[in-house]
T-cell receptor, first 115, second 112 residues
Framework: KAGVTQTPRYLIKTRGQQVTLSCSPI?????VSWYQQTPGQGLQFLFE???????NKGNFPGRFSGRQFSNSRSEMNVSTLELGDSALYLC??????????????FGPGTRLTVT | DAKTTQPPSMDCAEGRAANLPCNHS???????VYWYRQIHSQGPQYIIH???NNETNEMASLIITEDRKSSTLILPHATLRDTAVYYC?????????????FGTGTLLAVQP
């Protein structure tokens, strides 16, 4: 099986712009989660989608949003970029569902630099 | 906030066993202990998880104390490629989310 893929791998944007990042989960996985990793704050949970519905959200401003499509692919969007949004954005997929504890598989991440 | 405490760094000689401790004194009865690792600039990689019994897979062994307040991840024969940040995470069983709360982890440096 192919792993989790994220595009693009690297991105440079200017303050005030917006950006869209894409994640394709492992085939058959229905849950996609997004994380932000910075040197100062470490790995922080952004949000999680399951079957096109957001079912959990981290403590991030409304500039951060996401969605999931019927094929389980997911996108996250950051509007009005700030310098502090420079980070590695990681996507993780899992089989999802309730009642069972599923391990998550992470993609390689998108390195976003805001100048 | 993360529910686990780990030493910030550890060294291990190549070929020797690496024993990474984790304290999770507030763990509740339905929470599992998960271990992930992150090699520099890559996405985290799942290693192993357990509830109360010791677990072993092809990557590592997980030893959980009887009171479940601490655990140890064991890499039996560490190699240079095992140099990474290791995260110990406590997560509830079931529920409606796969959310993981990462702490600061342990940077394991395997020395030649």
């Amino acid at each position: 099986k192919a792993g989790v893929t994220q595009t693009p791998r690297y991105l440079i944007k200017t303050r005030g712009q917006q950006v869209t990042l894409s994640c394709s989960p492992i085939s058959g996985h229905r849950s996609v989660s997004w994380y932000q990793q910075t040197p100062g704050q470490g790995l922080q949970f952004l949000f999680e989608y399951f079957s096109e519905t957001q079912r959990n959200k981290g403590n991030f401003p409304g500039r951060f949003s996401g969605r999931q499509f019927s094929n389980s692919r997911s996108e996250m969007n950051v509007s009005t970029l700030e310098l502090g949004d420079s980070a590695l954005y990681l996507c993780a997929s899992s089989a999802g569902g309730q009642g069972l504890s599923y391990e998550q598989y992470f993609g390689p991440g998108t390195r976003l630099t805001v100048t | 906030d993360a529910k686990t405490t780990q030493p910030p760094s550890m060294d291990c000689a190549e070929g020797r066993a690496a024993n990474l401790p984790c304290n999770h004194s507030t763990i509740s009865g339905n929470e599992y202990v998960y271990w992930y690792r992150q090699i520099h600039s890559q996405g985290p990689q799942y290693i192993i998880h357990g509830l109360k019994n010791n677990e072993t897979n092809e990557m590592a062994s997980l030893i959980i104390t009887e009171d479940r307040k601490s655990s140890t991840l064991i890499l039996p024969h560490a190699t240079l490629r095992d140099t990474a940040v290791y995260y110990c995470i406590v997560r509830g069983y079931g529920g409606a989310t796969n959310k993981l709360i990462f702490g600061t982890g342990t940077l394991l440096a395997v020395q030649p």
